[in-house]
């Protein structure tokens, strides 16, 4: 018989000071994703002491950037996949500012 697992979308650790939660890099985008989502509505609750909220604030940080990576990683994939693998979104608009 399989237990289903509880997904949770609460940082890991977060409620369990002897516990770190994971390493941002080490998550997938749906992953980082959520955590990130959840953080945000913690903060936007103004629950929390003021360390807990700047604790929050900077995972958050690592999160969205670990967000961008994957989606900027996705970005390059379709851009290879095209064949325009040598164009990134960045340089496409300074391209367009400079004419």
């Known amino acids: 018989m399989r237990v289903a697992r509880r997904e949770t979308t609460e ?6 000071p002897g516990v770190s939660p994971p390493d941002p890099a080490t998550l997938g985008y749906e992953q980082a994703r959520d955590e990130l989502a959840s953080i ?11 360390e807990e909220s700047l604790a929050l604030w900077e995972r958050g940080e690592a999160l969205a950037a670990r967000c961008q990576e994957w989606l900027d990683g996705a970005r390059a994939r379709l851009a290879a996949a ?4 040598g164009t990134t979104g960045a340089a496409d ?3 367009e500012e400079e004419r």
Do not use: I
Not at 11 to 16: H, M, V, Y
Not at 40 to 50: D, I, K, P, Y
Not at 82 to 85: H, K, Q
């Open 93 to 95: 608009a300074a391209d």
């Open 40 to 50: 945000v509505a913690r903060l936007e609750s103004g629950a929390g002491t003021l």
């Open 11 to 16: 940082p890991a650790g977060s409620n369990d």
């Open 82 to 85: 095209r064949g325009d693998a």
